[in-house]
């Protein structure tokens, strides 16, 4: 059982009982990167020919994806690892969470090197509804996770997997890409590209995260049948279509008027692409029906084969995944 309060015995790495979760770890240490190896001053002439919507969705994107990172460690540490047996799964939790960190500092190097008005987009999260309601959506599933929670009933259970779905599923595996998608739209448009090489990379591992939490609840329902019925997986599918809703209203904020190539129904309609694919992953049927309107975004799982940087800086990431690749030495492509 990958479920339960660990014990001595649970604190051995082998056997390991869940090799999905010890490969995830591996291929997580080989995706490791460091913001400040991105050369973000180059898109600072990018940023002075951008209009003001412009800038105001990048700094709206970033007043939210800034506090996201420390949400998803804390959802971990306290609703997460301490309900999980697995050593293995204990090494990739340990590595996300340094991720998250990680993601959190490259996100204060955009703020740093950009001209943002830090003081508002610390600011804007607490004070825009919007935003403020995915926060708090989140903060109240992790509520029920304390030291009251008994993990081994049915009703801590499912507790763990509603949880889970709001912050790995909704947040990690549907906000999170209706953001990305903004990010990586400046790239499309020339724009802000070692920006999104950053977001690149942040994906790359986000897309880890997502298929971490995705075998964590496939696991979780085979080992534990009797927490599963039909309004059990009505729950489940709901809080994904709210998670819909919620975003819905946060990109309406994000486009008061829209921009060139992208306005609020066009991310719209791809967070609702995204969720459907969520909501297969996870057994269902597509609720929403919508075709992918940004074509060009890489899907989580080839994103690999689509990175362009560092053709000027050769690094580290030699070690890393993508020295498997022959593709490195390639100049700009596009997503397709
Ligand atoms: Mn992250
Ligand atoms: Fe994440």
């Known amino acids: 059982m990958i479920l339960g309060r660990p014990r001595n015995e649970d604190m051995q790495l082998r056997p390991i009982k869940y ?46 994806f800034n506090p996201s990172e420390l949400i998803v460690n804390r959802t971990l540490a306290l609703g997460v690892y301490p309900y999980i047996k697995a050593p293995e799964a204990h090494l990739y939790l340990a590595k996300q969470m340094w991720e998250e960190a990680n993601h959190c500092q490259a996100f204060e190097y955009v703020l740093e090197t950009f001209p943002l008005d830090k003081e508002k987009i610390y600011q804007q999260h607490l004070i825009t509804p919007s ?26 259970k499912r507790d763990f997997v509603r949880n889970l779905v709001a912050y790995n599923i909704v947040m990690e595996g549907i906000w999170f890409y209706s953001g990305f998608m903004v990010a990586l739209s400046f790239r499309q448009r020339k724009q802000l590209r070692n920006f999104g090489s950053m977001i690149d990379w942040v994906l790359r591992d986000e897309s880890l995260h997502l298929k971490f939490g995705i075998n964590l609840i496939l696991t979780i329902l085979e080992e534990n049948p009797e927490i599963v019925d039909e309004g059990f997986g009505e729950e489940i599918k709901n809080i994904i279509i709210t998670g819909v809703e919620m975003e819905t209203a946060y990109n309406k904020d994000m ?23 969520r909501l297969e992953e996870l057994g269902f049927e597509p ?24 053709e000027s800086q050769n690094t580290s990431y030699e070690v890393n995944a993508r020295a498997n690749k022959e593709n490195k030495d ?5 997503v397709v």
């Open 19 to 64: 090799p999905w979760a010890y490969d995830l770890y591996n291929q997580a240490v080989a995706n490791t990167w460091f913001p400040h190896e991105i050369a973000l001053g180059e898109d600072l002439d990018d940023w002075k020919k951008m209009t003001d919507d412009e800038r105001y969705a990048v700094s709206f994107l970033m007043s939210f």
């Open 131 to 156: 935003i403020k309601a995915k926060e708090d959506w989140i903060s109240n599933f992790l509520a029920k996770m304390d030291e009251r929670l008994d993990i081994e009933t049915i009703e801590g």
């Open 255 to 277: 486009f008061p008027r829209g921009i060139l190539g992208l306005n609020a129904d066009y991310v719209n309609q791809y967070v609702r692409y995204v969720a459907d694919r």
């Open 287 to 310: 609720h929403f029906h919508d075709t992918n309107p940004a074509k060009w975004m890489a899907s989580a799982t080839d994103t690999l084969e689509l990175v362009n940087f560092f």
């Open 330 to 334: 390639e100049g700009e492509k596009e």
